[in-house]
């Protein structure tokens, strides 16, 4: 009961925490982490006891297919280059180098052990960097290229963990054999998450309800992750796979409520899920202190060796690595998102934060061996992994503001506003093309002509007023939206008032509430259109 308690406790965090960090100006994992910690500290306050076999498989699919629902295949297809330089190459570079230091500092830390250390703090949070980058404004090829570096470091990372652990649990391993199960991982995953996510697409068309929908949406991240790996796969690769697949492929344009529906409910998803996973970072702080009782100045100093191989190996190499990025970028005329300039790869190289991956991956270290005795070096690998954790997510997390607004690293607003204008133009063309062809096969009047022709400029202007250049256009519709605007608010407390009456007979004798409730429904989407 008091492990419940403290879920709920957890939820409620969760959803306080965003309010509370937009008016602080600080991202909030953070807040969560903190918040975690401060739990922590408080004696009654129960330990976290959480079965490491079912860490990864509950918080892992649900974050991921949120994290993809920003982004696109399109994204990812033109960045390849940047993120296998700037991401996957450096999941590899860090693991090494993590290994050999912790391998040299910790006494009787086998190899395959350190690997899995490296393996388990190489990756950077793509939940904690787009949180902080989202608040920050950073320009959006900065933003993409997070995105993309943390959803394909975490496939690559967890990957390269469950080979060390493999050797570390059986006492065995092969290099040939470690890479043929890394290539057919990889092959199972993307048949996985491409066969799930063409299964997905073809039900959600089957499926007209919303809710339903949204339903299916929420079971798919978890069977493709327990799919891949009952068949031997990557189960996040599986996930990244699917999500992709199902956003590029979504088959309708006109299922509003499915796509705001869909929304809503993602949004409070990852919005939950971030809370538990980052309080849970804090929570932990209390156990991996506990396993250092009596050892904390030793166990400390092997923490901050690791930190400094983590913050200063990314330093080291995405430097180079951008460099090489831009000129290969010079020589070919394509659509990549790269930092062009120093500042950007400042600020990439601090937003390298750990979180939910790394946690869950450290909580997720078997504790016993095939022969039933300990893991080697369990409580330490724990204890230097939640230093990491802590120091780059709160100390990079809570200085990053700051360094941003140093650099005057920002988003160019005038790129993005020509882009949307850009939109807005190509959506008012789209709808005058399609009212030309009804005009065709249908007899309108013309003042219906002309009405339904403003109408179709109503569209682009209503998503940006700037999209014509006549001066006098633009004023005459600014003129024409403040009068439409007053009368939408009318019709709004038109339909305000109908909805309170509807809903007053929900409590009168004799009322049927489903009936009620679907006259209220009605009267729902009508104000939401």
């Known amino acids: 009961m008091e492990q419940l308690a403290l879920l709920f406790v957890l939820l409620l ?54 994290s ?15 993120i296998l330089l700037l991401a996957v190459a450096l999941v590899f570079v860090t693991t090494v180098a993590v290994a050999a230091v912790a391998n040299a500092l910790v006494p009787g830390l086998p190899i395959a052990a350190a690997v899995a250390l490296g393996a388990l703090v190489a990756p950077p949070d793509p939940v904690a960097a787009t949180a902080v980058a989202g608040q920050l404004g950073l320009p959006r090829r900065l933003v993409s290229i997070l995105e993309g570096e943390g959803l394909f470091n975490d496939v690559t990372a967890i990957v390269l963990y469950h080979v060390a652990i493999g050797a570390a649990v059986s006492g065995t391993f092969s290099l040939p054999r470690a ?16 066969a799930l996510g063409w299964a997905t697409n073809k039900l959600i068309g089957l499926l007209e309800d919303a809710t339903l929908q949204v339903g299916l949406t929420l079971l798919v991240p978890f069977v493709s992750y327990v799919a891949a790996e009952e068949l031997m796969g990557s189960g996040v690769l599986a996930v990244l796979v699917t999500a992709l697949f199902i956003a590029e492929y979504a088959a309708d344009a006109d299922d509003v409520m499915g796509r705001l529906v869909n929304r809503s409910f993602w949004e409070i998803v990852d919005t939950l899920v971030t809370g538990i996973a980052f309080g849970l970072i804090g929570l932990e702080l209390h156990n991996a202190l506990n396993a250092a009782e009596g050892r904390w100045a030793e166990w400390s100093g092997w923490a901050a060796a690791v930190v400094g191989v983590v913050v200063f190996v990314r330093l080291l190499w995405l430097l180079p690595a951008t460099w090489l990025a831009k000129k290969l970028h010079d020589r070919r005329d394509v659509d990549e998102e ?88 190509r959506a008012t063309k789209a709808a005058k093309a399609r009212l030309k062809e009804i005009e065709a ?6 003042e219906s002509v002309e009405q339904l022709s403003r109408a179709a400029l109503d569209i682009g202007m209503r998503i ?46 004799g009322a049927d509430p489903e009936i009620v409730d679907r006259v209220l429904r009605h009267l729902d989407v009508r104000s939401l259109r």
């Open 13 to 66: 965090g969760a959803v306080v925490s965003v309010p509370i960090g937009e008016r602080l100006k600080l991202p909030a994992p953070v807040l969560m982490t903190l918040a975690g910690i401060v739990l922590a500290l408080i004696p009654f306050v129960p330990n976290v006891e959480i079965n490491p076999e079912y860490i990864l498989p509950l918080v892992l699919p649900p974050l991921l297919y949120a």
């Open 338 to 425: 790269i930092p062009v300039s120093w500042r950007e790869t400042v600020v990439m190289w601090w937003s390298g934060m750990r979180g939910v991956a790394s946690v869950a991956l450290a909580l997720a270290v078997p504790l016993t061996m095939d022969d039933g005795s300990p893991f080697p070096g369990r409580d330490q690998i724990v204890f230097i992994a939640f230093g990491v954790i802590m120091v780059t997510l709160v100390l990079q997390g809570l200085t990053l503001p700051w360094l941003v607004r140093r650099l005057g690293v920002e988003a160019d607003a005038e790129a993005e506003d020509a882009f949307e204008r850009q939109l807005a133009l």
């Open 68 to 82: 993809v629902q920003r982004t696109s295949w399109r994204q990812f297809a033109a960045n390849v280059r940047p």
């Open 464 to 509: 940006n007023p700037d999209m014509l250049d006549d001066t006098h256009r633009k004023d005459h519709f600014a003129q024409r939206a403040a009068k439409m605007k007053r009368m939408r608010s009318i019709r709004g407390e038109m339909l305000s008032a109908a909805r309170h009456e509807v809903l007053a007979a929900r409590s009168e004798p």
């Open 441 to 446: 096969v249908e007899e309108l009047s013309q």
């Open 179 to 194: 890479a043929l199960e890394l290539v057919l991982s990889a092959v199972v995953a993307v048949a996985v998450g491409v």
